[in-house]
Protein backbone atom coordinates (compact mmCIF):
# COMPACT_ATOMS: atom_id res chain seq x y z
CA UNK A 1 0.00 0.00 0.00
CA UNK A 2 1.18 3.90 -0.59
CA UNK A 3 1.35 5.98 1.89
CA UNK A 4 -1.59 7.75 0.48
CA UNK A 5 -3.74 4.29 1.13
CA UNK A 6 -2.65 4.07 4.51
CA UNK A 7 -3.44 7.13 5.40
CA UNK A 8 -6.93 6.94 3.71
CA UNK A 9 -7.74 3.34 5.63
CA UNK A 10 -6.78 4.52 9.05
CA UNK A 11 -9.28 7.97 8.41
CA UNK A 12 -12.01 5.23 7.00
CA UNK A 13 -11.68 3.40 10.30
CA UNK A 14 -11.30 6.36 12.21
CA UNK A 15 -14.21 7.38 11.27
CA UNK A 16 -16.15 4.34 11.65
CA UNK A 17 -15.92 4.28 15.61
CA UNK A 18 -16.58 7.98 15.34
CA UNK A 19 -19.67 7.96 13.40
CA UNK A 20 -20.71 4.76 15.54
CA UNK A 21 -20.26 6.97 18.84
CA UNK A 22 -22.03 9.57 17.26
CA UNK A 23 -25.28 7.91 16.69
CA UNK A 24 -27.91 6.75 19.17
CA UNK A 25 -27.48 3.10 19.85
CA UNK A 26 -29.60 0.50 19.03
CA UNK A 27 -30.69 -0.12 22.50
CA UNK A 28 -32.49 3.36 23.17
CA UNK A 29 -36.04 4.07 22.47
CA UNK A 30 -37.26 4.64 19.57
CA UNK A 31 -34.80 1.41 18.69
CA UNK A 32 -36.55 1.09 15.16
CA UNK A 33 -35.41 4.29 14.48
CA UNK A 34 -32.23 4.27 15.32
CA UNK A 35 -31.47 0.58 14.15
CA UNK A 36 -32.07 2.44 10.50
CA UNK A 37 -30.20 5.47 10.89
CA UNK A 38 -27.26 3.08 11.96
CA UNK A 39 -27.87 1.41 8.79
CA UNK A 40 -27.98 4.10 6.76
CA UNK A 41 -24.62 5.03 8.28
CA UNK A 42 -22.30 2.46 9.27
CA UNK A 43 -20.47 -0.34 7.32
CA UNK A 44 -20.15 0.76 3.65
CA UNK A 45 -19.06 3.63 2.20
CA UNK A 46 -15.71 5.48 1.23
CA UNK A 47 -15.98 8.14 3.42
CA UNK A 48 -15.07 10.52 0.72
CA UNK A 49 -16.36 14.01 2.40
CA UNK A 50 -14.66 12.64 6.03
CA UNK A 51 -11.23 11.98 4.08
CA UNK A 52 -11.70 15.71 2.01
CA UNK A 53 -12.63 17.38 5.77
CA UNK A 54 -8.99 15.39 7.03
CA UNK A 55 -7.21 16.32 4.23
CA UNK A 56 -8.20 20.06 3.72
CA UNK A 57 -7.65 20.40 7.48
CA UNK A 58 -3.55 19.05 6.99
CA UNK A 59 -3.73 23.11 4.91
CA UNK A 60 -4.24 24.47 8.13
CA UNK A 61 -2.17 22.44 10.97
CA UNK A 62 -5.87 21.39 12.57
CA UNK A 63 -5.81 18.78 15.14
CA UNK A 64 -7.02 15.17 14.12
CA UNK A 65 -9.85 15.46 17.10
CA UNK A 66 -11.25 18.99 16.19
CA UNK A 67 -11.63 17.29 12.99
CA UNK A 68 -14.23 14.18 13.77
CA UNK A 69 -16.79 16.35 14.36
CA UNK A 70 -17.33 18.18 11.15
CA UNK A 71 -16.36 15.01 9.30
CA UNK A 72 -19.05 13.17 11.00
CA UNK A 73 -21.24 15.75 10.27
CA UNK A 74 -20.90 15.79 6.82
CA UNK A 75 -21.57 12.36 6.47
CA UNK A 76 -24.14 12.49 8.62
CA UNK A 77 -26.10 15.00 6.24
CA UNK A 78 -25.04 12.83 3.37
CA UNK A 79 -26.39 9.51 4.30
CA UNK A 80 -29.37 11.38 5.15
CA UNK A 81 -29.41 12.86 1.41
CA UNK A 82 -28.73 8.88 0.19
CA UNK A 83 -31.45 7.65 2.08
CA UNK A 84 -34.08 10.68 1.01
CA UNK A 85 -32.92 10.17 -2.78
CA UNK A 86 -33.40 6.20 -2.52
CA UNK A 87 -37.09 6.64 -1.42
CA UNK A 88 -39.88 5.82 -4.16
CA UNK A 89 -40.80 9.32 -4.20
CA UNK A 90 -36.91 10.53 -5.48
CA UNK A 91 -35.02 7.85 -7.58
CA UNK A 92 -37.19 5.02 -5.69
CA UNK A 93 -34.30 3.22 -5.57
CA UNK A 94 -33.77 -0.51 -3.58
CA UNK A 95 -29.82 -1.09 -3.69
CA UNK A 96 -27.42 1.43 -1.83
CA UNK A 97 -23.48 0.27 -0.71
CA UNK A 98 -24.59 -3.07 -2.03
CA UNK A 99 -27.45 -3.86 0.48
CA UNK A 100 -31.07 -2.59 0.68
CA UNK A 101 -31.91 0.64 0.97
CA UNK A 102 -33.47 2.19 4.06
CA UNK A 103 -37.00 1.99 2.88
CA UNK A 104 -37.13 -1.54 2.03
CA UNK A 105 -34.98 -2.93 5.11
CA UNK A 106 -37.17 -1.28 7.27
CA UNK A 107 -40.20 1.02 5.44
CA UNK A 108 -41.27 4.16 3.75
CA UNK A 109 -41.73 5.91 6.93
CA UNK A 110 -39.31 5.13 8.94
CA UNK A 111 -36.80 5.78 6.20
CA UNK A 112 -38.30 8.73 6.26
CA UNK A 113 -37.72 9.80 9.81
CA UNK A 114 -34.02 8.52 9.72
CA UNK A 115 -33.56 10.74 7.35
CA UNK A 116 -34.79 13.42 9.22
CA UNK A 117 -33.12 12.53 12.53
CA UNK A 118 -29.81 11.76 10.15
CA UNK A 119 -29.89 15.67 9.26
CA UNK A 120 -30.27 16.89 13.03
CA UNK A 121 -27.81 14.76 14.33
CA UNK A 122 -25.21 16.41 12.19
CA UNK A 123 -25.83 19.70 13.69
CA UNK A 124 -25.81 18.56 17.49
CA UNK A 125 -22.78 17.05 16.62
CA UNK A 126 -20.93 20.12 15.51
CA UNK A 127 -22.72 22.42 18.02
CA UNK A 128 -21.98 20.43 21.03
CA UNK A 129 -18.47 19.79 20.32
CA UNK A 130 -16.32 20.48 22.89
CA UNK A 131 -13.13 20.09 20.61
CA UNK A 132 -13.49 23.60 18.52
CA UNK A 133 -14.18 26.92 19.55
CA UNK A 134 -17.52 29.09 19.65
CA UNK A 135 -16.79 30.85 16.02
CA UNK A 136 -15.81 27.59 14.72
CA UNK A 137 -18.61 25.59 15.60
CA UNK A 138 -21.11 28.61 14.30
CA UNK A 139 -18.70 29.01 11.15
CA UNK A 140 -19.34 25.28 10.55
CA UNK A 141 -23.03 24.87 11.50
CA UNK A 142 -23.81 27.96 8.53
CA UNK A 143 -21.64 26.21 6.17
CA UNK A 144 -23.10 23.12 6.59
CA UNK A 145 -26.58 24.37 6.51
CA UNK A 146 -26.04 26.53 3.43
CA UNK A 147 -24.67 23.16 1.77
CA UNK A 148 -27.31 21.19 2.73
CA UNK A 149 -30.57 23.69 2.03
CA UNK A 150 -32.27 25.09 -0.63
CA UNK A 151 -29.63 26.59 -2.43
CA UNK A 152 -27.02 23.86 -2.32
CA UNK A 153 -28.01 19.99 -1.94
CA UNK A 154 -31.64 20.05 -1.70
CA UNK A 155 -32.43 22.73 -4.01
CA UNK A 156 -29.76 20.88 -6.65
CA UNK A 157 -32.13 17.69 -6.12
CA UNK A 158 -35.49 19.87 -7.12
CA UNK A 159 -33.69 20.71 -10.38
CA UNK A 160 -32.67 17.52 -10.99
CA UNK A 161 -36.52 16.31 -10.38
CA UNK A 162 -37.44 18.84 -12.81
CA UNK A 163 -35.02 17.95 -15.20
CA UNK A 164 -36.26 14.74 -16.32
CA UNK A 165 -36.80 14.48 -19.61
CA UNK A 166 -35.85 17.33 -20.79
CA UNK A 167 -32.82 18.66 -22.44
CA UNK A 168 -30.18 20.63 -20.26
CA UNK A 169 -27.21 22.54 -22.00
CA UNK A 170 -24.15 21.75 -20.43
CA UNK A 171 -24.11 25.22 -18.31
CA UNK A 172 -27.57 24.00 -16.93
CA UNK A 173 -26.21 20.93 -15.96
CA UNK A 174 -22.97 21.98 -14.14
CA UNK A 175 -25.40 24.48 -11.99
CA UNK A 176 -27.62 21.87 -11.21
CA UNK A 177 -24.49 19.81 -9.87
CA UNK A 178 -22.48 22.52 -8.27
CA UNK A 179 -25.48 22.69 -5.57
CA UNK A 180 -26.75 18.78 -5.72
CA UNK A 181 -23.09 17.21 -5.44
CA UNK A 182 -20.68 19.98 -5.11
CA UNK A 183 -22.31 21.67 -2.63
CA UNK A 184 -21.35 19.44 0.37
CA UNK A 185 -18.16 18.40 -1.15
CA UNK A 186 -17.13 22.28 -1.10
CA UNK A 187 -18.59 22.34 2.65
CA UNK A 188 -16.37 19.70 3.64
CA UNK A 189 -13.34 20.69 2.55
CA UNK A 190 -14.03 24.33 3.67
CA UNK A 191 -15.07 23.00 7.15
CA UNK A 192 -11.55 21.29 7.48
CA UNK A 193 -9.86 24.86 6.95
CA UNK A 194 -12.05 26.11 9.37
CA UNK A 195 -10.40 23.68 12.24
CA UNK A 196 -7.46 25.27 12.10
CA UNK A 197 -5.23 28.64 11.62
CA UNK A 198 -7.36 30.99 9.53
CA UNK A 199 -6.39 30.72 5.47
CA UNK A 200 -6.04 34.02 3.95
CA UNK A 201 -8.38 35.33 1.50
CA UNK A 202 -6.65 34.43 -1.64
CA UNK A 203 -5.46 30.95 -0.29
CA UNK A 204 -9.53 30.23 1.07
CA UNK A 205 -10.26 31.25 -2.91
CA UNK A 206 -7.67 28.96 -4.18
CA UNK A 207 -8.82 25.75 -1.76
CA UNK A 208 -12.58 27.21 -2.94
CA UNK A 209 -11.64 26.76 -6.36
CA UNK A 210 -10.25 23.16 -6.09
CA UNK A 211 -13.48 22.07 -3.92
CA UNK A 212 -15.77 23.61 -6.89
CA UNK A 213 -13.76 21.57 -9.35
CA UNK A 214 -13.30 18.28 -7.46
CA UNK A 215 -16.89 18.46 -6.80
CA UNK A 216 -17.76 18.91 -10.26
CA UNK A 217 -14.71 15.63 -11.37
CA UNK A 218 -17.07 13.64 -8.24
CA UNK A 219 -20.56 14.01 -10.31
CA UNK A 220 -19.10 13.48 -14.30
CA UNK A 221 -17.33 10.37 -12.79
CA UNK A 222 -20.50 9.39 -11.29
CA UNK A 223 -22.09 9.56 -14.32
CA UNK A 224 -19.30 7.77 -16.23
CA UNK A 225 -19.89 5.03 -14.35
CA UNK A 226 -23.74 4.72 -14.11
CA UNK A 227 -23.04 4.04 -17.96
CA UNK A 228 -20.88 1.96 -17.87
CA UNK A 229 -20.38 -0.62 -14.77
CA UNK A 230 -22.52 -3.30 -13.46
CA UNK A 231 -24.72 -3.02 -10.43
CA UNK A 232 -22.89 -5.68 -8.47
CA UNK A 233 -19.77 -3.40 -8.98
CA UNK A 234 -21.24 -0.16 -8.24
CA UNK A 235 -23.10 -0.77 -4.94
CA UNK A 236 -26.36 0.77 -6.37
CA UNK A 237 -28.30 0.01 -9.58
CA UNK A 238 -26.20 0.85 -12.90
CA UNK A 239 -28.19 2.24 -16.00
CA UNK A 240 -30.67 4.37 -13.50
CA UNK A 241 -30.46 7.33 -14.66
CA UNK A 242 -30.64 6.77 -18.10
CA UNK A 243 -33.94 4.46 -17.48
CA UNK A 244 -35.02 7.66 -15.71
CA UNK A 245 -34.31 10.09 -18.77
CA UNK A 246 -32.34 12.10 -16.56
CA UNK A 247 -29.46 14.56 -18.17
CA UNK A 248 -26.09 13.35 -17.64
CA UNK A 249 -22.55 14.36 -18.44
CA UNK A 250 -22.63 10.81 -20.67
CA UNK A 251 -26.12 11.74 -22.03
CA UNK A 252 -24.82 15.43 -23.23
CA UNK A 253 -21.74 15.28 -23.81
CA UNK A 254 -21.29 11.59 -24.94
CA UNK A 255 -18.72 9.16 -23.01
CA UNK A 256 -15.71 10.12 -24.73
CA UNK A 257 -15.91 13.89 -23.81
CA UNK A 258 -17.03 13.04 -20.60
CA UNK A 259 -13.60 11.19 -19.80
CA UNK A 260 -12.17 14.24 -21.27
CA UNK A 261 -14.18 16.76 -18.89
CA UNK A 262 -12.96 14.57 -16.30
CA UNK A 263 -9.35 15.25 -17.39
CA UNK A 264 -9.97 19.13 -17.53
CA UNK A 265 -11.51 19.16 -14.19
CA UNK A 266 -8.84 17.29 -12.40
CA UNK A 267 -5.96 19.07 -13.80
CA UNK A 268 -8.15 22.59 -12.68
CA UNK A 269 -8.43 21.26 -9.16
CA UNK A 270 -4.63 20.16 -8.75
CA UNK A 271 -3.44 23.81 -10.38
CA UNK A 272 -5.73 25.57 -7.69
CA UNK A 273 -3.79 23.59 -5.49
CA UNK A 274 -0.50 23.84 -6.81
CA UNK A 275 0.58 27.21 -4.34
CA UNK A 276 0.63 25.20 -1.14
CA UNK A 277 2.67 22.13 -2.20
CA UNK A 278 3.22 19.20 0.34
CA UNK A 279 0.60 20.61 2.66
CA UNK A 280 -2.10 19.48 0.02
CA UNK A 281 -0.86 16.37 -0.61
CA UNK A 282 -3.43 14.93 0.55
CA UNK A 283 -6.00 16.88 -0.89
CA UNK A 284 -4.38 15.95 -4.76
CA UNK A 285 -4.28 12.67 -4.11
CA UNK A 286 -8.17 12.69 -2.78
CA UNK A 287 -8.86 14.22 -5.90
CA UNK A 288 -6.82 11.78 -8.30
CA UNK A 289 -8.54 9.15 -6.32
CA UNK A 290 -12.06 10.47 -7.36
CA UNK A 291 -11.04 10.90 -10.97
CA UNK A 292 -9.15 7.32 -10.79
CA UNK A 293 -12.60 5.64 -10.70
CA UNK A 294 -13.74 6.15 -14.23
CA UNK A 295 -10.12 5.75 -16.63
Do not use: N
Not at 102 to 127: C, K, P, R, W
Not at 182 to 207: F, K, Q
Amino acid sequence: MTDFEHWMAATQERMEGALARCLPPSSQVPARLHDAMRYAVLGGGKRVRPLLVFAAGELVDARAPALEPPACAVELVHAYSLVHDDLPCMDDDVLRRGKPTVHVEFDYATALLAGDALQTQAFEVLAGSAELGETQRLQMVATLARAAGSRGMCGGQQIDLDAVGQVLSEPELEMMHIHKTGALIRAAVHMGTLAGTPLSAADAGRVDHFAKQAGLLFQVVDDILDATTDTATLGKTAGKDQAADKPTYVSILGLAAARTKARDLLEAALEALSVFGARAARLSALAQFIARRSF
